[in-house]
């Protein structure tokens, strides 16, 4: 009785998230532009078609080094942008997109336009997916200052064993010329 | 009064309990991933900035109320049948917006969240839409600071963060989505502009994607007092050889 008590407390451990496997957006995300197409009324003819080819044709591609995200049919686009030059990360939520289990992570650049660079729509894991870009970004230096540091004391503990080397066959010099 | 303020403060605990679970607005203050001992707090704007929503909550509800008063008195005495049939529906213009405002302006600011770290900070905002904005202070370009009269006399001020890049002041107010957070309410505003600012003076990049220049400090730090203490006993043996 006790132990499945117990059991039940163990938290799962929360795998980092493999971002070279998004790809696309998650299906919810036709749910949504239907929802939101069907919400402007008279407009849903011309709205539906567009967020429905924007659905099948948008790509992700996360790597080492960046991002980039394609969409369009006739007009394609591509956007590329590297992890160090992210300089705010939002995420938001809509009503809609909560119950369905999305987000929004929106990433901005140094650019001089008020709108996001890039918006990543149809994320589930989208607060796992932040706090990775969050780890990328630069100035949160959790993973640079730790290795810093490592690499730092490293050098420190071979100085030491150096200068004790060196102080010890100094000793052994001054031994060797008081015997003579 | 008594009683009317516990009854409120319940249907308001009733509110809120259908808004996290139906509407999943999160029961949870935001955090920041951080490393062991690291120094993090979340906290909401100062009580004073309720006060202060309140304050103007209340001005504007004389303001319109007497307007709409005045004018529905004006109906009753012109066309005294109009004035009576329209009697509910003049009660409900006047005191249903009242209410919704009134709710609207504590669920507002029940759900502003402000997290600081030693590195970042993050900014949560919104019961329908929910934004979250999360800033390094690395990429912070300046800070101000903004009190007006009325918000002095509430005792507080809002912060407003600015990341490199244009755009954001027309665009989206106070929500800020573009290269700038806003931390409205603050009591204390001078003391986080002054971490943010030590911070910010640590960091010795211009704050726009160049590379880190702290492995600089790192290698110029050097000696440790064992390193001293062993090259005294070095210098001391070099000497007595020399003699």
Redesign the interface.
């Known amino acids: 009785m006790n132990q499945t008590a117990i059991e039940a407390q163990v938290v799962p451990v929360k795998q980092p998230l493999d971002v070279s496997a998004i790809r696309g957006p998650a299906p919810q995300l036709l749910t949504y532009y239907l929802i939101v197409a069907i919400l402007t009324l008279p407009g849903v003819f011309f709205v539906l078609p567009a967020l429905w080819f924007r659905y099948r044709t948008l790509q992700y591609k996360f790597d080492d080094e960046g991002i980039s995200m394609r969409w369009g049919l006739f007009f394609r686009r591509e956007v590329l942008l590297t992890y ?2 992210i ?9 809609i997109q ?2 369905l289990g999305l987000a929004t992570v ?1 990433v ?9 660079e890039m918006s990543i729509e149809g994320i589930l894991e989208a607060e796992e997916l ?2 990775y870009l ?2 990328k ?6 993973n ?3 290795a ?2 490592d690499e ?1 004391s490293q050098t ?1 503990n071979e ?2 064993e150096l ?2 080397g ?2 010890d066959n ?2 052994k ?2 031994d060797a ?1 008081e015997v003579r | 009064m008594e009683n009317i303020r516990r009854a409120s403060e319940w249907c308001y605990q009733g509110l809120w309990y259908s808004l996290t679970k139906w509407f999943l607005v999160p029961r949870d203050p935001p955090s920041l991933p951080s490393t062991e001992g690291e120094w993090v707090q979340s906290f909401r704007p100062s009580e004073g900035y309720l006060n202060y929503l309140r304050f103007f909550f209340w001005l504007g509800l004389f303001a319109i109320d007497i307007a709409l008063t005045i004018g529905w008195i004006a109906i009753f005495i012109a066309l005294p049948i109009v004035g009576v049939l329209i009697t509910p529906i003049a009660l409900a213009i006047i005191v249903l917006p009242d209410i919704v405002a009134y709710i609207a302006i504590h669920l507002r600011y029940d759900t502003t969240w402000y997290v600081l770290t030693d590195r970042s900070m993050r900014i949560r905002r919104g019961i329908w839409t929910i934004h979250e904005t999360t800033i390094t202070f690395e990429n912070i370009q300046n800070i101000h600071i903004h009190q007006g009269p009325v918000e002095r006399y509430f005792g507080f001020a809002s912060l407003l963060v600015e990341t490199a890049g244009g755009g954001g002041a027309q665009a989206h107010g106070a929500a800020g989505l573009g290269h700038r957070g806003m931390m409205e309410g603050l009591s204390n505003a001078p003391e986080i502009r002054e971490l943010i600012m030590q911070r910010i003076k640590q960091i010795k990049s211009a704050g726009i994607g160049d590379d880190h220049v702290d492995s600089e400090t790192s290698t110029t730090r050097g000696f440790t007092p064992q390193h001293v203490q062993l090259l005294r006993e070095i210098n001391q043996l070099t000497a007595q050889l020399a003699t």
């Not at chain 1, 901005?108 to 996001?116: F, L």
């Open positions: 160090r030059k300089q705010d990360i939002h995420v938001s939520r809509g009503i909560r119950w929106s901005q650049t140094a650019s001089g336009s008020a709108t996001p932040r706090d969050y780890a970004m630069r100035g949160s230096r959790q640079v200052s730790t810093q540091s730092s420190e100085v030491t200068l004790m060196i102080r100094l000793a010099l001054v010329r």
